[in-house]
């Protein structure tokens, strides 16, 4: 926690608004997209979708392939307890649907379902794409599932395996949006990153949660963000953004949001 708090007071200290960015690609995402204070109407099912799981007392078994839990001392938990304590907060929930009504992407692929929460922004914000999402813990994924089906979110497809499994036999040729939300260990984001680095096209982008989750995030972060084929980086503390439009020179950006 001493470590999250210190590089926020140091984020805080040189991150600006949209008034400081000098890239009109950057400067309209961050002032139309990111600074969006529109009241949208799929808010209201985004909400339903969080109010069933905080409704849900539910208890299920977690299997953990990542950092384990800062919150939780068991891996035997509540689905209310994980919704309102591990899950994407409503307003990175609602940042997150804009985000993809933004770019629309055509083909998306989020590491991480947990139960679901972020990847209903994902498909909400383009119903017409093709969303990939990727859960280790069986019982989370039914969880998820089912909040898929009840809520009619038809464009999800739902893989119950481990991060490196899926990659044995992922057939896509590129990703248009990468939400990586779901191992925060250095060396496994990186890995990631190759891996996706092939399915990437100029217009992709990928979206890295937790990016000070420790020391060793950041590294990778940093390690991400100065990356040759990365051209644009917006570090928003809790989100990382990298883009590879080729016809951007390389620039890297701190937003308060």
Not at 111 to 127: H, Q, V
Not at 147 to 158: K, M, P
Not at 187 to 211: H, P, R, V
Not at 232 to 257: A, M, N, P
Request: net charge positive.
């Amino acid at each position: 926690m001493f470590y999250q708090i210190k590089s926020y007071l140091n984020f805080f200290l040189k991150s600006t608004n949209a008034h400081g960015v000098h890239s009109p690609f950057v400067y309209d995402f961050v002032a139309t997209c990111l600074y969006d204070k529109k009241l949208y109407e799929l808010y209201s099912k985004l909400k339903s979708f969080r109010k069933k799981l905080f409704q849900n007392n539910e208890v299920i078994s977690i299997t953990d392939f990542g950092q384990g839990s800062r919150v939780f001392s068991s891996n035997h938990r509540k689905i209310s307890a994980i919704a309102k304590n591990a899950g994407i907060t409503k307003k990175r929930q609602q940042l997150l649907y804009r985000i993809v009504q933004y770019f629309q992407p055509k083909t998306v692929l989020e590491l991480g379902t947990s139960l679901g929460m972020g990847t209903a922004a994902l498909s909400l914000g383009n119903t017409s794409a093709d969303i990939k999402t990727i859960e280790g813990c069986p019982n989370t994924a039914k969880i998820a599932k089912n909040q898929f089906e009840d809520f009619q979110l038809g464009n999800i497809e739902l893989h119950i395996k481990s991060f490196e499994d899926f990659f044995e036999k992922d057939s896509t040729v590129h990703y248009d949006l990468v939400y990586i939300d779901g191992n925060h260990q250095k060396d496994k984001t990186l890995q990631y990153f190759n891996i996706l680095l092939e399915k990437a096209t100029n217009d992709s982008l990928f979206i890295f949660d937790d990016i000070y989750w420790s020391p060793s995030m950041t590294e990778a972060w940093n390690e991400i963000k100065t990356h040759p084929k990365v051209t644009v980086s917006i570090d928003t503390f809790y989100w990382g953004f990298v883009f590879f439009r080729k016809e951007q020179e390389k620039q890297h950006f701190c937003i308060r949001l």
